[in-house]
């Protein structure tokens, strides 16, 4: 599928709206500590950019297995889940109000969304 100005527009958009969320959690109850939520879902997609270069299907199979991109999986679904889970065991603890929890639960998930999205359609990929 080809990308031009208007997805890149759409995914502007969408990633300005998942920040206005996270920050507005944060503003609008006076408590900064949601915006670790935002910080962790840009830093999400970082293991797998990393370890997605250290292998590829190997020259006697098609499968596609490799130890540091399995890693790389894994690192990026315990970020994620981290993102997830920390705005809920702050409510659960009562340092953050429950409309700051699904405030920033919502703009993370924005956020990381419109970077998969992003790396999905601008991604180089030498297929023949």
């Known amino acids: 599928m080809r990308a031009g100005l208007k997805t890149i527009i759409l995914l502007s958009f969408v990633l300005a709206i998942?920040?206005?969320l996270v920050i507005l959690s944060?503003?609008?109850f006076g408590n900064w500590l949601p915006l670790l939520v935002a910080a962790t879902f840009v830093f999400a997609p970082l293991p797998n950019a990393l370890c997605a270069r250290c292998g590829g299907a190997d020259d006697f199979s098609?499968?596609?297995s490799s130890?540091?991109?399995d890693f790389g999986h894994f690192v990026t679904a315990a970020t994620v889940i981290t993102g997830?889970?920390?705005p809920l065991v702050?409510?659960?603890s009562e340092i953050i109000h429950p409309a700051a929890c699904y405030m920033s639960i919502g703009g993370g998930?924005?956020?990381y969304g419109t970077i998969i999205t992003y790396s999905h359609f601008f991604s180089r990929s030498d297929e023949y």
Request: negative net charge.
């Open 109 to 111: 998930a924005l956020v």
């Open 26 to 28: 944060c503003a609008l």
């Open 90 to 92: 702050l409510m659960h």
């Open 67 to 69: 130890g540091p991109v």
């Open 18 to 20: 998942g920040f206005l």
């Open 62 to 64: 098609t499968d596609y």
């Open 84 to 86: 997830l889970a920390l």
